[in-house]
């Protein structure tokens, strides 16, 4: 028994050991330095895989004494504690069928003897119930396949995202270029129109512009009618609101001139 309140590494699996031997803390439960896991035995750090047992029984009997103190001593690892850490190693190393019988052994005798730690001893709380190595496989086989069909559906759903995506950018192109063969198609009847309007007498088509008769964009009207327009001289104040108001807001540079000349014109007649 150890009275020490301070040990070493190698002090500590040697104990380890032999509870793990012995399967019983007993001998141990008033060393302080081990009922209270003062060292903190932590596989995080590299160095201490140096003071690992260099063999499976060695392994399997730290592993042993360290759910057993885990237990009885009601050690807090939670996911890190110590024995999970040798578990994976123990696994790693257990290649033979007799070293993966005896892995099954243990693992039956941590589902018996482990404490209320629901990590021990493979790192998650959905291996808890884990009673033997074949049941264990087939957790993992099921986890592996799932991981699979989860990625599979990871990069159909990818495709389909990609596909989609291509679609409506194919779909935007053609209703960019319908919308462009449309307003072409559209701009043509319109300069018939106008082609039209400009046979007109000027009365005429001031009346047309006066009365809105026209039947084309009032922004598609050749500058050269405009000036024609602003040159008569026999406009009143009302002509040329109307003539005003025909002008959008939103039109090119040269109409918004235009609607400035009219503007213009109309102050001293409404003086």
Known sequence: MLLKKEIDEFEFIEVMQAIGLADSSRDYKYCNAIKRDRLHFSMGAQYQ????????????????????????FDWRGGSVASNIKIMQIIRRRSRSPVALRNLDKLIKWTFINKGRNNYTPFGG???SNVGSLSE??????????????????????MEAAEATKKLEQELIKKRDEERKIKNDERLKIFQQQIKQFQ????????????????????NLLP????????RN????????????????KNTTREIKQIKRFLQILRTPKLI
């Open 125 to 127: 709380t959905k291996y």
């Open 223 to 230: 500058e050269c009618e405009w000036l024609t327009i602003i």
């Open 49 to 72: 895989y140096d003071y690992l047992p260099k063999t499976l029984v060695g392994l399997e009997l730290l592993f042993k004494g360290l759910v057993i103190c885990e237990r009885d």
């Open 233 to 248: 001289k026999k406009l009143e104040a009302k002509d040329l609101n109307k003539l005003i108001k025909l002008i959008p």
């Open 136 to 157: 264990l496989e087939r957790i993992e086989e099921t986890d592996r396949r799932n991981a699979i069909n989860h990625r599979e559906l990871e990069k159909m759903q």
């Open 199 to 218: 046979t007109q007498t000027d009365a005429d088509k001031l009346n047309d512009l006066l009365a809105d008769r026209i039947t084309f964009p009032i």
